[in-house]
């Protein structure tokens, strides 16, 4: 949390100095874009890990894991449908936006976040969705994407009280 608050306090302070610091705002933009396209490759080449891990597991364990597996996983994902209704429905009593509009423009997100189970690793996809299709503009997402990306762990939350119970 440290982190994040010294982040946000640069962020305001450049913000509010405006160009005095553009050469300082320039570069941790050349830096940004540097971690996303690092990110873009890694996103690019993680399922081919993910596969090789997935052969090793079932190898070494068999079908005796996916029994076991096959009631976590259902659970898990019972419980990421009810936090997305709740969360959705308030966005949607809050912004009256045509919902089935938004989650269609944000199908790649989903898919890219369910390949990779990584907040972070979808934040160029999320910026470029955000930016394109649902007409953000870019100064409310590069701020609002990576933050939430970062404090908003709901489902890693609830992923982990899942897994406490797996494990008992």
């Given at each position: 949390m440290q982190?994040?608050?010294?982040?946000?306090?640069?962020?305001?302070?450049?913000?509010?100095?405006?160009?005095?610091?553009a050469g300082v705002t320039k570069i941790f933009d050349q830096c940004a874009s540097i971690i996303y396209k690092?990110?873009?490759i890694v996103m690019l080449y993680s399922p081919i890990g993910v596969l090789a891990l997935m052969a090793n597991t079932t190898a070494v364990f068999g079908p005796k894991l996916f029994g076991v597996l096959a009631k976590f996983v259902?659970?898990?994902w019972v419980g990421c449908l009810l936090?997305?209704?709740?969360?959705?429905?308030?966005?949607?009593l809050y912004?009256?936006?045509?919902?089935?509009?938004?989650?269609k423009s944000m199908i790649p997100i989903w898919v890219n976040t369910i390949?990779?189970?990584?907040?972070?690793?979808?934040?160029?996809?999320t910026l470029n969705v955000t930016t394109e299709r649902l007409k953000v503009p870019?100064?409310?997402?590069?701020?609002?994407?990576?933050l939430g990306a970062t404090i908003n762990l709901t489902g890693a939350a609830l992923y982990k009280t899942?897994?406490?119970?797996?494990?008992s």
């Open positions: 982190m994040i608050f010294f982040t946000v306090l640069v962020g305001v302070a450049l913000v509010s100095l405006g160009e005095k610091v690092m990110l873009d259902f659970t898990d936090i997305w209704f709740f969360f959705s429905g308030i966005v949607w912004t009256k936006v045509n919902y089935l509009e938004m989650c390949a990779t189970n990584s907040s972070a690793g979808t934040i160029p996809i870019m100064s409310i997402a590069s701020f609002s994407i990576p899942i897994l406490a119970f797996f494990c």
